[in-house]
């Protein structure tokens, strides 16, 4: 499980420490940073168990039971949490009534800008997805995308019911971001260089958060989906993109440049035919594994047309091309030997696979034994799964940046003031 990064006794800002919002503050001292570090813990308590007795909060968190009845009224008069219908009770035979997080009123803004579309939707409080909606890129010039995503965020505010409703927006994208500026400092395949998004997306209604999308999608694994019961783990996307988010020890590593786990030029000793990667060589991990690396491969080979889809691709290789389907399974064994290299490297509880690389989950088996190749230790191959996140994991990962900084520390981005 996770831990808060906003920690008292953690006072020192880290550079490490994931998304933090820009404005956060170690929560002080004394009983009001008592409060918010215990309502936070009760937050995550319930976001990680779903519905639970108070006793069974009193249980998994060591709090007291007066303490819990206080911060559960607290946070139920903040729209934080419902009560359900009473249970039967235990062995003394009182009912028990159970608390929930309030899924009907806040909500996360989550918006991934993507290289040929925009997805937006609205998150609930438990990161269920609420709504998703996508737009294709009118026109692909770096204003034009912008506006966009202006569009869709205002409109997915309105859909919300008001800005008071929004606790926060995240907005992710792919190359290298820089959460704490704020900024783009590079994403090559949109052609960005140095974007202040934050800036761009940012209003008067409430804090806007960025990240990579690999990093936003980390975290979205970590608070809801494959690795919720993982102290570390890695996520490796391989997708147009390919990289890695990397959870530490309950930490989103963001690195000395905001750069962790950038892997695009990672070595593995094979050659591909085709197109050679943007540094020059052809044995990186994206010239062999990306979608778009793939799909050049099977256009050069005729196995579909030139102007084809990634999909298309994986739609022949459904209907028994065995030479796209060869092309696609070759792509998953670079890729399990690159997770083998990871595992190796890092040694963590889980791997998490996401991208468009599980849209051909029959080769999973050759990826794990790719792996199980590579490795020191093969059995370790087995701690490789797919995403948990399902369907809009799109709008999972970038509302994960405010809801990680929400169960961080709840107090500050509420509309209504707890406590008192
Ligand atoms: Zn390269």
């Not at 390919?242 to 094979?270: I, K, N, Q, S, Y």
Request: glycine residues 12%.
């Amino acid at each position: 499980m996770y831990s808060a990064d906003t920690d008292e006794q953690d006072a020192a800002p880290r550079r490490d420490g994931g998304p933090l919002p820009s404005t956060a503050q170690p929560h002080g001292s004394g009983l009001e940073s008592l409060r918010r570090r215990n309502t936070a813990l009760v937050a995550r308590t319930l976001l990680h168990r779903g519905p639970s007795a108070r006793s069974e909060i009193v249980h998994a968190t060591g709090l007291s039971a007066t303490s819990m009845t206080k911060i559960t009224a607290q946070m139920a008069r903040a729209r934080m949490l419902v009560e359900l219908t009473a249970v039967a009770g235990g062995n003394m035979g009182r009912p028990r009534v159970p608390v929930a997080l309030d899924t009907a009123y806040y909500r996360f803004v989550g918006i991934h800008i993507g290289l040929r579309r925009t997805t937006g939707g609205l998150l609930d409080l438990a990161g269920n997805v609420v709504t998703e909606h996508a737009v294709t890129h009118r026109s692909r010039t770096q204003k034009a995308i912008l506006n966009e995503a202006r569009e869709l965020r205002d409109q997915l505010v309105a859909t919300a019911g008001g800005p008071e409703r929004v606790l926060g927006t995240g907005v992710a994208t792919g190359g290298r971001v820089d959460p704490h500026m704020g900024v783009v400092v590079d994403h090559p395949l949109l052609g960005w260089k140095n974007v202040r998004l934050a800036h761009e997306l940012g209003t008067d209604d409430g804090p806007v958060f960025i990240d990579s999308s690999v990093r936003a999608m980390a975290l979205a694994e970590t608070y809801l989906g494959a690795a919720r019961h993982a102290d570390s783990s890695i996520f490796l996307f391989i997708g147009n993109i390919v990289g890695a988010g990397l959870m530490v020890d309950g930490r989103l590593r963001l690195g000395h440049d905001a750069a962790a786990g950038t892997l695009d030029h990672l070595p593995l000793g094979h050659t591909a035919q085709g197109t050679p990667c943007r540094c020059g060589r052809t044995d990186c991990l994206a010239a062999l594994a990306s979608d778009v690396a793939v799909l050049e491969r099977a256009r050069q080979a005729g196995v579909v047309p030139s102007h084809a889809s990634f999909e298309s691709l994986v739609t022949k290789s459904r209907s028994g091309s065995t030479q796209a389907a060869a092309l696609l399974k070759e792509r998953a064994e670079y890729v399990g030997t690159a997770a083998g290299i990871l595992l190796d490297l890092m040694d963590p509880d889980l791997l998490v696979l996401g991208g468009g690389l599980l849209q051909t989950p029959e080769h999973l088996d050759a990826l794990r034994a790719a792996a199980a190749a590579r490795l020191s230790r093969p059995a370790a191959a087995e701690r490789i799964v797919p995403t948990g996140l399902g369907e809009g994991s799109l709008v999972r990962g970038s509302g994960s940046l405010p809801l990680h900084a929400f169960f961080s520390d709840p107090a500050p981005m509420l509309r209504t003031p707890i406590g008192g």
